[in-house]
């Protein structure tokens, strides 16, 4: 991998009363093409229509797609992702959302805020994630 990841940990030791394994980093280091999301929320990036599921698993991974998918539109590659800020409005859904997410993120240890909001966009969202990914030079 290109860029440094500094202080690389999993959550499965950070968070050992929750159900987690994801990799991440306290930061990471990159020089390249910089590719800034907006928040992705569960709907088709297409038609910007929402999927039917008030899941917040099924809503993750709706996601996550999106977010691998504009990655890759881009040039880049799900593992050139550097930052996630995850935006959930129940703190009860942290650990189906996490778990989910860490799927796409295994072995990529990027940064990743976690915030609870009182609500996004469309009250029928549970989580949005915003992500920045960098192509290495």
Known sequence: ???IRHRKFNTR???PEQKLDNDLAQAVVARG?????RGQCPQDLDTAKNIESHDPVEQTHKVMQNIRQLI????????????????????RHREA???TMGDYIRGVNPVCTGLVV???ARPEW???IDATAVIPD
């Open 72 to 91: 890759e539109e881009c040039g880049g590659r799900i593992e050139h992702v550097t930052k996630l800020v995850v935006y959930l409005t129940d703190v």
């Open 97 to 99: 959302v996490y778990r």
């Open 118 to 120: 009182v609500a996004l």
């Open 1 to 3: 991998m290109a860029h």
């Open 33 to 37: 093409t910089t590719i800034f999301l």
């Open 126 to 128: 549970l989580v949005e």
């Open 13 to 15: 030791e950070t968070y």
